[in-house]
């Protein structure tokens, strides 16, 4: 005889960090609450994330830092739920944590301590936490209730919320139930592609920059639609570092990125400067003053360095130039999902309520967190698009 179907009024499908916001903000309202996650641990994103320290917000969060094919969406609720109520809630369990650059908010001692706070408020309001809990079938009843097959059994509910995240970083479980589930339902999903990722790099410019590996520079990475300025590291496979990260969410397969090695510097005046007071000096001999030694016969080749000053005319000057501020490297691709910290593209936000979150198609279903086409830089903006989306998703269902 089959036993009938377990009644909760809310239902979370993904025990990660929006999905463990939007528990909470529902369970306050005295709402039934269970959570279901096919992983064996809560919120295994949110444990490894900043080094397994938690970069968990920012200082400075504003539309301008998420990419979308709605730019508006996110306003909403980036608005009513901001990074200073998710510090005010940091704060009262007294979890310490410090600024780094460009106001990313990391835990000082352990992103467990994030993951903590989160669980102890679910456990304060009686939320339910199910793992290990393999989804076979969602469907809806006639009644209009959502029907949930699982391997922990049957349940059925009003409003069903999806957390259940992006492609990014399969070892984490990471898969593309979201998608699928609002493909289901009638929704168009943009495509997605890795973000937040390391580049790899085509033959000739893995064999030449290969000796680089472990090389950190600050550097101004560009293209047609975005710069930063941060780290550039040389690793054995490509390019990663934060200015690197935060360019390859806007690159597209085939383009070109211009690095600017020496950002803050009049190269030409100091080039001039330096011909007038030490004509002899080598060229290479100069430049490792300002750039690790040896990149520069990787960016410039060996032939020129060798030169000294009193031998370079200033056109050669400004062709060198050309090569330290606007250096083109074409990658061959990305990592991919494997080592991404988000996914781009998702379920597509003109489809879904910005200040709920609620499908506008489906009555009672719910998107949040990054199966959504919502995706932030690097430095905690993710995150808070996590708290700041569970939160709106919280006070309705």
């Known amino acids: ?48 994330s900043g080094g397994g320290r938690c970069n968990f ?21 980036l608005s009513r739920y901001t990074q200073w109520d998710f510090i005010a809630m940091v704060n009262e369990y007294q979890i310490p944590y410090h600024e780094r650059d460009h106001g990313q908010l990391f835990c000082n001692d352990s992103a467990k301590d994030i993951l903590n706070m989160l669980l102890a408020e679910c456990r304060k309001v009686n939320v339910q936490i199910k793992l290990n809990c393999k989804i076979n079938t969602v469907s809806q009843t006639e009644d209009n209730l959502f029907s949930v097959n699982s391997s922990s059994g049957d349940f059925q509910t009003n409003s069903l919320v999806i957390a259940s995240g992006g492609l990014s970083i399969p070892k984490m479980c990471a898969s593309p139930f979201g998608y699928k589930i609002a493909e289901q339902f009638g929704h168009h999903i943009w495509p997605t592609t890795a973000g937040l990722v390391p580049f790899t790099l085509q033959p000739y410019d893995k064999e030449r920059l290969s000796d680089l590996s472990g090389i950190a520079v600050d550097a101004v990475v560009s293209n047609d639609r975005a710069r930063f300025r941060e780290n550039i590291l040389f690793t054995h496979r490509g390019l990663s570092g934060p200015a690197i990260l935060q360019i390859s969410s806007y690159w597209q397969p085939g383009e070109a990125i211009d690095i600017n090695l020496l950002p803050d510097l009049d190269l030409m005046s100091f080039f001039k400067e330096r011909q007038a007071a030490q004509p002899n000096i080598k060229l290479k001999t100069l430049l490792s003053e300002i750039l690790p030694k040896r990149l520069i016969p990787a960016v410039l080749g060996n032939e020129v360095i060798e030169n000294t000053l009193q031998e370079l005319s200033h056109v050669r000057f400004n062709e060198i130039i050309q090569q330290l501020q606007h250096w083109q490297i074409k990658p061959n691709g990305t990592e991919g999902y494997r080592t991404a910290e988000v996914t781009l593209g998702g379920v597509d936000c003109n489809e879904l309520s910005s200040k709920t979150m609620e499908s506008n198609k489906v009555k009672g279903l719910y998107f949040i967190g990054e199966v959504v086409d919502v995706t932030g830089w690097l430095g905690g903006y993710n995150f808070q698009w996590a708290w700041s989306s569970g939160w709106c998703a919280g006070q309705v269902v």
Do not use: W
């Not at 239902?11 to 990660?16: M, N, R, V």
């Not at 917000?57 to 609720?77: E, G, L």
């Open 57 to 77: 917000t920012n200082q400075d969060v504003s539309a301008s830092h998420y990419i979308s094919h709605n730019p508006h969406f996110c306003k909403s609720a």
């Open 1 to 48: 005889m089959q036993s009938s179907p377990i009644q909760t009024e809310v239902l979370i499908i993904g025990a990660s960090a929006s999905g463990l916001m939007c528990a909470i903000e529902a369970g306050k309202r005295g709402r039934k609450v269970i959570v279901l996650d096919h992983a064996n641990k809560a919120g295994k994103k949110i444990l490894m």
